[in-house]
């Protein structure tokens, strides 16, 4: 076997011994990041500097560790919302930390040829509200050129003062992207970003070429078939565009989604992978004997994938049969100070779909689309709600129930019971269609056999259930 395949692999097996214990989901605010960070302060490996400051005045550090000649700069959460690297390159920090192990000649290779600068969480005031954009609302990755935001000027200056030789701008991205016209996930997405309108490629842009294609040769192992590459149209105003024009050889790393892994804490590990990957190549110049070819063989992301997918499935209506399939997603809305989140489905097409996919499919043919019944009793209080079978009176055909208007606040928008409760809307008059929320019964023989409630499936004949993501509207 290939000794850097073997090696991977090991490294790979070894990832728990390296994972920072304190993430175990991806809403986190700037206080753990700041314990992270002050609890390297007395090791003698790093340099801390305070870089600036938020809009709200929030710090902004980077940590450099390394004593190399090729410098590379790494930054994170430019977005608030996009932390799986975040926590990857507190991993990578223990992973450079560790001594006496069988990593130790990779360790010091890339200690002894490379400066690394890591910006763990560039936008903290976003990472608070768990949003993309700053305390402004400015959308950091488009102010490269005015500059509006004091997040956008540190990064800049950084940029300009390191002069680092290798940037890796590190996001995430929507979960539902595929690879190509396929029904893979893009569970990871890289992109050499384009300095022109033409797209040209110096010897800048070249490198990050070449370094790519081994991170994507790497994961291939892990993920084969779910490495796609991100649209490469030059925009004028985003920082790795720019980066990469003023000399930087940017490197652009896009975490999707994986299915079953919603907190993305294997995702988080192929980020881990691919970083050292790429650290390695560099540190030992080994990326140069890449091709271009193998970089444009990526598939560009498309957006063939739903969270949901119903096929065939019969609709009746003003005296009308037809069959149509139902693509649902579910977006994540934050709660409890944006440290938690539920799901609210929507019905995001409508019609023909037999070119998508769905992370969960059902092939409904047979089945009729009907409105699950409303129970008529009016419940004075969420609480009451827990005095009920819930499975038992969704297997009944009831998906809605009520409760008073005024009865639960705002912030409780969902509940941990497969049913939609209706507090403020009235009941449903026609079927679900398009960008109505994805509550539904499907009958066969006008019997319910499965119900869909704010889009999670239940299958009726089971005798349990998990208690899925309901909601209150």
Not at 251 to 275: C, H, T, W
Not at 295 to 324: A, M
Not at 356 to 379: H, P
Not at 405 to 430: A, C, D, Q, R
Request: hydrophobic share 35%; charged share 25%; aromatic share 12%.
């Amino acid at each position: 076997m290939n000794p850097k395949i073997t090696f991977k692999n090991q490294l790979y097996s070894a990832y728990p011994f390296f994972q920072e214990k304190s993430f175990t989901q991806r809403r986190f605010k700037q206080d753990l990041v700041n314990t992270l960070i002050d609890k390297r302060r007395d090791n003698p490996a790093y340099e801390i500097k305070k870089a600036g400051e938020s809009f709200e005045g929030r710090p902004i550090h980077y940590l450099k560790i390394g004593t190399g000649p090729r410098k590379i700069l790494l930054w994170t959460q430019m977005h608030g919302d996009e932390a799986t690297a975040t926590m990857a390159c507190f991993d990578i920090l223990n992973f450079l930390e560790k001594k006496d192990d069988e990593f130790d000649a990779i360790r010091k290779l890339i200690l002894a040829e490379t400066t690394l600068y890591f910006v763990p969480m560039l936008n903290p005031d976003g990472a608070e509200r768990f949003q993309r954009r700053n305390a402004q609302n400015i959308d950091i990755n488009r102010d490269a050129l005015h500059l509006q935001a004091p997040e956008s000027r540190i990064l800049k200056e950084l940029q300009q003062t390191l002069q680092p030789e290798f940037g890796f701008n590190l996001h995430d991205k929507n979960p539902r992207y595929s690879v190509g016209n396929t029904s893979k996930l893009a569970t990871i997405s890289f992109l050499a970003t384009a300095y022109d309108q033409e797209r040209n490629v110096n010897t800048v842009r070249e490198k990050a070429i070449q370094v790519i294609v081994g991170m994507n040769r790497m994961l291939q192992n892990y993920i084969p078939g779910a490495v796609g590459r991100w649209n490469e149209d030059h925009e004028p105003r985003a920082f790795g565009d720019n980066i990469q024009k003023w000399g930087t050889t940017l490197i652009l790393i896009e975490s999707g989604g994986y299915v079953g892994d919603p907190e993305k804490q294997y995702i988080r590990k192929l980020n881990f992978m691919a970083i050292l990957t790429a650290l390695q190549s560099i540190s030992e110049n080994s990326f140069v004997q890449e091709s271009r070819e193998d970089y444009y063989k990526l598939p560009e992301n498309s957006r063939y994938i739903f969270d949901f997918l119903i096929r065939n499935v019969t609709v009746k209506e003003h005296g009308k049969t037809y069959q149509t399939d139902l693509g649902i997603d579910r977006s994540e809305v934050n709660y409890e100070n944006a440290t938690k989140f539920f799901y609210q489905s929507k019905i995001e097409d409508y019609g023909d779909l037999s070119i998508y996919f769905g992370s969960e499919e059902l092939d409904a043919t047979g089945y009729t689309l009907e409105n699950g019944k409303v129970l008529r009793f009016i419940y004075n209080q969420i609480s009451e709600l827990d005095s009920i079978d819930s499975w038992e009176v969704l297997k009944e055909g009831y998906t809605y129930i009520k409760v008073k208007p005024g009865s639960i606040s705002n912030e409780s928008s969902f509940f941990k019971l497969p049913l939609h409760v209706l507090m403020n809307k009235s009941e449903p008059t026609s079927l679900p269609g398009f960008e109505d929320p994805a509550t539904f019964i499907l009958t066969k023989n006008g019997d319910p056999k499965f119900a869909v409630v704010n889009g999670f499936l239940y299958d009726l004949s089971a005798k349990s259930v998990i208690p899925y993501n309901g909601i209150i509207d």
